[in-house]
């Protein structure tokens, strides 16, 4: 299937590990050029390499926290010189602290909002102005299953992530007349650093070992596994695409079935 990614210019974030790596490498694959950002310094650039190596893809990485205004206006600034446009945003990033909502004092619900509303808000307002003109976009926010059905532990997530979801599906509607998709994706448990954290901390918390807690996990799941990276980049990519120009406003799992919800 061809998804017209060819000649795009995609701006990935987070993309040294994890899922926003994933989805960097499943654009590249498709021939949509990178920007690609992150903290970590080195392991960007190895990230960018590898990608660039397997894909033969243009890949250029910015070095930023996104959590910052510096961090974004860097990021953006970059891009734009880079290649003139951004056509497909990837806004995502870590998660917060986890921990039950007395452990968190007001610096962590400020460092939960940064890191998560602000950077997607931020990122989307420095490239819309180029998608309007051009009259096509795709904006695609990495979110979390805790924006559809609270997950224990993880208040901060749970309620900032869902702060983003009614951002992005307002962005939605205001930007369909202009050829804009606005969604949300929404990862489950999968097999990154980010779930091994979680496994480690809630197994500390209650005084477990690792592997109990993640058979736990697993049991909650009905397909019975983890989720893999490509797995939830394939929907990226796919949303990304000219294929998907109908598709706007949702907020899509991928969680193996998880959430428990019907909607």
């Known amino acids: 299937m061809n998804l017209g990614l060819q000649d795009r ?41 590898a990608i660039a190596r397997a894909t033969g893809a243009e890949v250029r990485a910015v070095a930023a926290d996104l959590a910052t205004a510096d961090g974004v206006a860097r990021v953006a600034d970059e891009a734009l010189a880079a290649f003139g446009r951004v056509d497909v945003l990837v806004t995502n990033s870590g998660g917060p602290p986890s921990g039950p909502f007395e452990e968190h004092d007001w610096a962590r619900w400020q460092g939960a909002v940064d890191l998560l509303l602000r950077s997607s808000v931020e990122l989307t307002r420095r490239v819309l102005p180029g998608m309007k003109e051009r009259r096509w976009g795709r904006i695609l926010a990495v979110t979390s299953i805790a924006a559809k059905q609270p ?90 695409s000219e294929r998907a120009s109908y598709i706007t406003g949702q907020a899509i799992a991928v969680d193996g079935g998880w959430i428990r919800g019907l909607l």
């Open 151 to 240: 997950v224990a532990s993880l208040v901060l997530s749970n309620s900032v992530r869902a702060a983003v979801t009614g951002a992005m599906r307002t962005l939605a509607n205001e930007m369909a007349p202009y050829g804009i998709t606005v969604n949300t994706l929404l990862p489950g448990y999968t097999r990154t650093e980010r779930v091994e954290q979680l496994d480690a901390a809630n197994a500390a918390r209650e005084g477990l070992p690792v592997d109990a807690v993640r058979q736990r996990t697993v049991g909650q799941i009905p397909m019975g596994r983890l989720g893999e990276p490509r797995e939830f980049a394939a929907l990226a990519a796919f949303l990304a």
């Open 9 to 49: 210019v995609a701006l990935v974030a987070a993309a040294s590990r994890g899922l926003g790596r994933a989805i960097a490498e499943e654009l590249a694959a498709e021939g949509a050029s990178l920007v690609v950002c992150a903290r970590d310094e080195s392991r960007l650039r190895d990230a960018r390499d």
